[in-house]
């Protein structure tokens, strides 16, 4: 019996590989680009090529001091390790409604408006288990956040893509849109100050978001994680009035507060659809350590001062130098895009994107983001990240400028 037994186990191992086999939806969608391209710059890094990365929008840059200092104080009370709220603190949820009505003019119910998350991506994950059956169909931007897409395929949601395009200064074209079947459409991904392309957040297209989720009983999602990046003024899609009942809009500290790997985010709106969300969210996840939620919630009292010179005018230096790069390729860019990315049209004479961003990598040792991992309105596009030192940006440049044409 024991013999037999032991052979049945190794005829299922796993080191055979026999009738092992992952879920369909894994099918439906690929390793995320930057998952597997930095496995090919680590292995060029360690072969001694020295790459400069200019691809990821990861802020290089810490967090305020005083944020440091209460999670070094938090970590120290032996009473803080325990499991949190879900719904997060009191203390970080008053935080968020603060910021908000600080920056944008909005005011939020901290106790039943506003919802913490472990980040954007978590956000979206949880924000479509809660509104979108499977079959549903979702709008997603063309280009646009590639998670927006991945995720809706993974649950089920069928993707209805609407285009951006830079004639239109890449906001949605709602002529458009209203000539669409809409039929079965729940919820509309929008995200202003836009990434990849830089567009701008204008009230103009936040009304008009408005009025469309009103109109056609659709959820809009705006994600706003970029109003504090190069942009001189802080707008958001819940100034519009009744924008609370119909839209839902997310923020996050990884930007605005150099704070990409703590996970902050948050996700604003009426009382209902937060109810929804945190169902779905508390049967998923608990909420994360007292110390990371106690100092986001001091950092979101950083100064005007700390906002100013932290990192506008840091990017703004940086942003000099990438449109030195865009110019030695030959690119075109709109100067007055915002965000932390520079976005540029690659020459005609370029047939593929990917020829330049490949030569680019190999022969100038430098990463650079090909546009169309955002959409096919991305094919003729690349996107340089501003989240490094400006010697290394200026290194990038130099070693670009040496390249034969």
Not at 103 to 112: I, R, T
Request: proline letters at 5%.
């Amino acid at each position: 019996m024991e013999n037999t037994k032991s052979k049945s186990n190794q005829s299922l191992s796993f080191g055979e590989g026999k009738g092992w086999v992952p879920a369909d939806r894994l099918s439906l969608v690929q390793e995320y680009y930057f998952s597997r391209k930095l496995k090919e710059v680590a292995q060029l890094n360690a072969e001694g090529k020295d790459i400069i990365s200019l691809a990821i929008g990861s802020p290089d840059m810490p967090p305020s001091e005083q944020t440091i200092d209460k999670l070094c104080e938090v970590a120290h009370d032996p009473t803080a390790h325990g499991y949190q709220p879900t719904m997060g603190t009191p203390e970080l949820r008053q935080a968020m409604a603060d910021f908000y009505k600080r920056w944008y003019g909005v005011s939020l119910d901290a106790k039943s408006e506003v919802l913490p998350l472990i980040g954007s991506k978590e956000g979206i994950l949880h924000v479509t288990l809660a509104f979108v059956n499977p079959g549903d169909k979702v709008l997603v931007p063309n280009p646009g956040y590639p998670t927006y897409t991945s995720l809706s395929k993974i649950l089920g949601a069928q993707i209805v893509n609407y285009d951006l395009d830079e004639k239109n200064g890449w906001q949605p074209d709602f002529d458009q849109l209203e000539q669409m079947d809409l039929t079965g459409v729940k919820l509309m991904w929008t995200n202003y100050p836009n990434m990849p392309t830089g567009g701008r957040a204008q009230r103009k297209t936040y009304e008009r978001l408005v009025q469309f989720a009103r109109d056609h009983k659709i959820v809009v999602v705006n994600d706003n994680p970029y109003s504090f990046i190069l942009s001189e003024e802080h707008l958001s899609i819940l100034q519009v009035p009744g924008a609370k009942d119909c839209c839902i809009e997310f923020n996050s500290m990884s930007k605005s507060h150099n704070m990409p790997g703590w996970r902050v985010g948050l996700c604003a709106s009426n009382a209902e659809f937060i109810s929804w969300i945190l169902k779905v969210q508390s049967n998923i996840e608990s909420g994360t350590f007292r110390g990371i939620q106690l100092a986001a919630a001091e950092a979101y009292k950083n100064s005007d001062e700390w906002h100013r010179t932290a990192n506008v005018e840091r990017y703004a230096a940086r942003r000099k130098y990438a449109e030195q790069i865009m110019d030695a390729l030959g690119c075109t860019y709109d100067p007055q895009q915002v965000g932390m990315f520079l976005w540029g049209r690659i020459p005609d004479s370029i047939e593929n994107v990917e020829d330049l961003t490949e030569r680019v990598l190999h022969e100038a040792r430098v990463f650079i983001t090909p546009g169309f991992i955002f959409g096919s309105n991305g094919n003729r596009y690349i996107r340089i990240s501003l989240c490094a030192k400006e010697e290394k940006i200026q290194e990038a440049l130099r070693r670009i400028e040496k390249l034969k044409n």
